[in-house]
């Protein structure tokens, strides 16, 4: 089993800047991050893989968010720039990636999840 702690949501103005930690209590070579917002379904934002660093990003993202590892802190994070009021959202932490890397952005393909962080962006 693994633990998934998220961390570093909070309040900001569009074209402000948020970075969200995932403390893990156990390294897993696959990490991704994922948001929900209200009526919406769960969508990937971006994964990572520990191993040689692999990064992927949903196309609404690229050039904004930025996921890195510290390998030595089973940490990841999600830096977050120019936010825009749509990226308000729940923002989930996933570990452990089942199956073919083409699935990252699926929720039901990861095994593990932490109980998320909220981002809120004002216009």
């Known amino acids: 089993q693994v633990q998934l702690v998220e961390s570093g949501g909070g309040s900001v103005q569009a074209g402000g800047s948020l970075r969200l930690s995932c403390s893990s209590s156990a390294n897993t070579n696959t990490k991704a991050w994922f948001r929900q917002a209200p009526g919406k379904e769960r969508e990937g934002v971006a994964f990572?893989?520990?191993?040689?660093?692999?990064?992927f990003y949903a196309d609404s993202v690229k050039g904004r968010f930025t996921i890195s590892q510290d390998n030595a802190k089973n940490t990841v994070y999600l830096q977050m720039d120019s936010l825009k009021p749509e990226d308000t959202a729940m923002y989930f932490c996933?570990?452990?990636?089942?199956?073919?890397?083409?699935?990252?952005?699926?929720?039901?393909?990861?095994?593990?999840w932490g109980q998320g962080t909220q981002v809120t962006v004002s216009s």
């Open positions: 990572i893989n520990r191993i040689d660093g692999t990064t």
């Open positions: 996933a570990a452990l990636l089942f199956g073919a890397l083409s699935r990252w952005s699926v929720p039901g393909a990861w095994n593990y």
